[in-house]
């Protein structure tokens, strides 16, 4: 079984709809991440949160938060999505701070 | 402003030869280096690192070579097989500063082994 799981693993959806991503792990890794790459500019950090009581903002934080329901649980989700959220999201853990990270499978979002 | 680049959107090469991806940094602040590698439809994995105390680090056909004057890091795979057909992430980070810890990629090269 994978490690890091997401789901869904592809998800279409119209502009102004409420999306929640999922993502899961066996590691037991206290840090876990969401990132999402889009062609040509590789992966971009949009939350990060080192325990449960822990969540902070990445780079592209702004229309988007997260949930940390449980160590091996962090949510992210779009409030109200738009087109240019059209991305591959890809959530990642590590147990330390020289970041190793281990990827989930990514979720492929199209925003129409 | 790109912390860490990757200058070469792609780079193809033929099977048994060398593979060279380079990768250009700016933050003097970063000490700690990555590289991942992605195949489609799966997330990234991790291949090799180097700590800004070495300037080289080997694991079997994959080698990381560090110039922290230069800022540049550059992965090696020798020889290359068409299995390493893959993009390849170059990832910074600074421990005690510079990223708060957290990992700034590269935009990637696409690497073509070519049997």
């Not at chain 2, 990381?64 to 090696?76: E, I, T």
């Not at chain 2, 290359?80 to 990832?91: E, K, L, W």
Request: hydrophobic share 30%; aromatic share 12%.
């Amino acid at each position: 079984d994978a490690d890091v799981t997401q789901t869904p693993r592809n998800r279409i959806t119209k502009t102004g709809k409420r999306i929640m991503l999922e993502c899961s792990q066996t590691k037991g890794h206290d840090r876990m991440y969401w990132y999402r790459q889009d062609p040509g500019l590789g992966l971009r950090l949009i939350y990060y949160s080192f325990d449960v009581k822990d969540i902070n903002k990445g780079e592209i934080s702004d229309g988007y938060s997260v949930s940390r329901q449980a160590q091996a649980k962090f949510s992210l989700s779009l409030e109200s999505a738009i087109p240019n959220q059209t991305a591959l999201y890809f959530c990642a853990t590590s147990d330390d701070e020289w970041n190793e990270q281990f990827f989930g499978p990514g979720t492929r979002l199209t925003v129409l | 402003d790109q912390q860490v680049k990757q200058n070469s959107p792609s780079l193809s090469v033929q099977e048994g030869r060398i593979s060279i991806l380079n990768c250009d940094y700016t933050n003097s602040m970063f000490d700690y280096f990555l590289w991942y590698k992605k195949y489609p439809a799966e997330g990234p994995t991790f291949l090799i690192s180097i700590s800004s105390i070495k300037d080289k680090n080997e694991d079997g056909r994959f080698t990381v070579f560090l110039n922290k004057s230069a800022k540049h890091l550059s992965l090696h795979i020798v020889p290359s097989q068409p299995g390493d057909s893959a993009v390849y992430f170059c990832a910074a980070t600074g421990v005690y500063g510079g990223s708060q810890g957290n990992l700034i990629f590269g935009k990637g090269t696409k690497l073509s082994v070519k049997p």
